[in-house]
């Protein structure tokens, strides 16, 4: 294990515990309304903004940000407008972020800088910034009032849409704010756990969670717990293995889920009583 | 604000979906007043959904004009809708979905509730009245995915009485249910009907359905409406003979 400065261990530590939060939080929506490849878009989008970034010499992950930013602005109407489902949008996206990256790292001189750009896909813990902690802070202030207040008209949306519409709900409003947060919550956390593995953190807590409850108010409690101990852990073996950080994150998450998946009560077959009574 | 006795009045109703030529329902003039129970009934297609769905607003009709309580639905849909319970045709549920009964049922009063409010001791116990009147108490804490068709129906039946609505929109509420569940169903409706005066609009392919306490029914075929009348009078018709065609009952 290699000796780190105190504070330099305690920002990424707290770096990796806010990303867990964000992801799976928002992860819970994710994968209630089938949005699971909203993470392969957000990140592919980061990557097409960190190029970009390059290529017109500014900071990449200021370019990442602002292009996941615009792409989660865009997805929910884009996809009301074409009438097609969501998944389908997100997947035209994808294509279209992958050849718009390719064609900036083209224009960016020299190797390195394209090392750099792809940096954005695996990430790195150590370089978060104060300023990424106190942005990840403020949004996981904002989903958890967002959840408190609209918990109602979310449950109404994810039970069926269209009842929800039906009981005077504005679906399309809070449809189009989860794409927004989610895909917030993914260029925010992007640095810290990388963009090809950030959707396994938005969707794996919440699938690990799924195993257990049918409450839903359960969901949104433990999917952030599962998200934010994934997190911790995954962060604990990069130190002692030298993995890297993104990997050991989903590597501690999938088994998480795996060992959810086997013990869930929800697969248990029931126990029948009958014999008892008979015999 | 339009004043009249009518609780629903639609004047020359054309529905178009989006990117389609040729309107669904067309020519559609309906009066319906206060506290009637009214069934609609006719083949795939014919428009009934859609008939319903224009009603509560979910869709936008196209040309004529269209009033529920009073009120032009295109203008004031949101408002119309918290008074409008409304259960959708029976659709498949995921067994391991993480939703209890009782939060399924309160999700029917989100729209009255308001936005920025929480459900309050009152809310729930309409929720609580509604589930006691389908007869569904015991499965409050129940996970939705978990249920029988007719129990899933029940529930959905009770989220639209939580609202406390002045107007329901049945869709299709016997289909994938068994006799005695049917039977179950029809009387609870009869019942909600006596006991609460709420106005009632069931759509249903299946003449054998048609709830005792229904007196009249509106067939509707290729998106216009064929006939419209008293109960006995349709019934005896020659037309729904010849639609039924010797079908055990069923368009």
């Not at chain 1, 035209?92 to 083209?106: D, E, K, R, T, Y």
């Not at chain 2, 769905?53 to 979910?58: A, F, K, R």
């Not at chain 2, 949101?78 to 009782?102: H, T, W």
Request: net charge positive; proline share 3%.
């Amino acid at each position: 294990m290699i000796d780190f400065p105190s504070t330099l261990l305690i920002t990424s530590i707290l770096g990796a515990l806010l990303a867990g939060f964000a992801c799976s939080t928002t992860g819970a929506f994710v994968v209630r309304m089938n949005l699971s490849s909203i993470g392969y878009l957000m990140s592919h989008a980061a990557f097409a903004g960190a190029a970009f970034g390059l290529m017109i010499s500014i900071d990449p992950i200021i370019g990442a940000i602002f292009f996941s930013f615009g792409i989660s602005l865009v997805l929910g109407p884009l996809a009301e407008k074409a009438r097609l489902e969501s998944n389908i949008v997100i997947g035209f996206l994808f294509s279209f972020m992958i050849a718009l990256a390719f064609i900036f790292l083209n224009f960016i001189p020299g190797t390195a800088a394209s090392a750099r750009a792809l940096r954005i896909l695996w990430g790195s813990i150590f370089s978060v910034s104060t300023t990424d902690l106190f942005l990840l802070s403020i949004f996981s202030f904002i989903i958890i009032v967002f959840v408190v207040i609209f918990y109602k008209e979310l449950i109404a949306i994810m039970f069926n849409r269209k009842l929800a519409e039906s009981s005077g709900v504005n679906t399309r409003l809070y449809y189009f704010a989860v794409l927004f947060l989610t895909g917030i919550a993914v260029s925010l956390s992007i640095r810290i756990v990388g963009g090809l593995l950030v959707f396994a953190l938005i969707i794996n807590p919440t699938s690990t969670a799924y195993q257990f409850f049918f409450d839903f108010k359960k969901i949104f409690i433990f999917s952030p717990i599962i998200g934010i101990v994934s997190c911790l852990v995954g962060f604990w073996l990069s130190l002692i293995s030298d993995f890297p950080i993104g990997a050991s994150i989903v590597l501690i998450s999938a088994i998480v889920f795996t060992i959810a998946i086997i013990f869930s009560p929800k697969r248990k077959k029931g126990k029948s009583k009958i014999k008892k009574v008979l015999a | 604000m339009k004043k009249n006795s009518n609780l629903i009045e639609l004047v020359n109703i054309e529905t178009v979906y989006e990117g389609e030529r040729l309107p669904v329902i067309y020519d559609v003039n309906l009066k319906v007043e206060p506290g009637e129970f009214i069934s609609i009934i006719g083949p795939n297609g014919a428009g009934k959904t859609t008939l319903l769905e224009t009603i509560n607003g979910l869709l936008t009709y196209s040309k004529g004009k269209g009033f529920v309580f009073g009120k032009e639905i295109k203008k004031h849909k949101s408002e119309i809708r918290k008074e409008i319970g409304y259960v959708i045709q029976n659709f498949e549920m995921d067994p391991l979905a993480p939703f209890l009964c009782k939060d399924i049922v309160m999700s029917g009063r989100t729209g009255k509730i308001g936005t920025f409010r929480f459900a309050r001791k009152k809310d729930w116990d309409k929720v609580w009245y509604s589930m006691g009147l389908v007869g569904m108490i015991d499965f409050a804490n129940r996970p939705i995915g978990k249920l029988s068709g007719g129990e899933f129906q029940k529930i959905l039946l009770s989220r639209a009485l939580a609202q406390n609505p002045k107007l329901l929109l049945l869709d299709e509420p016997f289909s994938n249910l068994d006799y005695a569940s049917r039977k179950q169903v029809e009387t609870l409706l009869n019942r909600i009907h006596e006991k609460n005066n709420i106005t009632i609009l069931i759509v249903s392919h299946d003449l054998n359905f048609v709830p005792s306490r229904c007196k009249r029914i509106i067939v509707l075929e290729h998106g216009k409406i064929i006939m419209d009348g008293s109960r006995e009078k349709i019934l005896k018709s020659e037309i729904i003979n010849s639609i039924f065609n010797g079908n055990g009952g069923k368009i």
